[in-house]
């Protein structure tokens, strides 16, 4: 190999040759080295959710024979078995409606809902059970607060016991 040829390989050598990263770091054989690495955090906005209307099935007659009550996303009604029709009697201000939620938080972070499999109302003498809760699309501001709307289907029994029926669900909001 020529002086030449072997000077030109040295330099290619020299060349490919792994370049340590920056900050780092060597010690001698023997001694100590140190580097300094860095570290951050973020806070961000809490998420919240606060109830805006409650979800009502709405006023109906009592029935001779079970069947169910849906109120979807949307506020439309749909019956089944002995409750068909039966929502039609004149609502006023207690007529069907989805459940009205607002989820506020940091603007852009994403978050997802979670519902309860069942809840029950109840009144002295008598309790229904509401299952298939459905939760509907996001409306409002990008920007940190949007509006969600919780349908459900109420489980009424053949000659349900007459009166008010109340309870609670409970619905969670939490950052992916």
Sequence with gaps: MTPRLRLLLTALVVLVAPLPAPGTAFAAP??????????????ITPISIVATAPLSFGV????????????????????????????????????????????SGEPGRQFFVTLPAAATVSRSGGSMVITLFTVGALTGSPVGTLDIAVGGTLAVGAAQ????YTGTYQVTASYN
């Design 60 to 103: 109906m007659a009592q029935p001779t024979a079970a069947g169910t009550v849906t109120v979807s996303t949307a506020g439309n009604v749909t019956t089944t078995g002995g409750m068909v029709g039966n929502t039609a009697i004149a609502q006023g201000s207690a007529g069907p409606q989805a459940g009205k939620f607002r989820v």
């Design 161 to 164: 016991p007459i009166g008010t």
């Design 30 to 43: 023997g001694g100590t080295v140190t580097v300094t690495g860095t570290a951050s955090a973020q806070i």
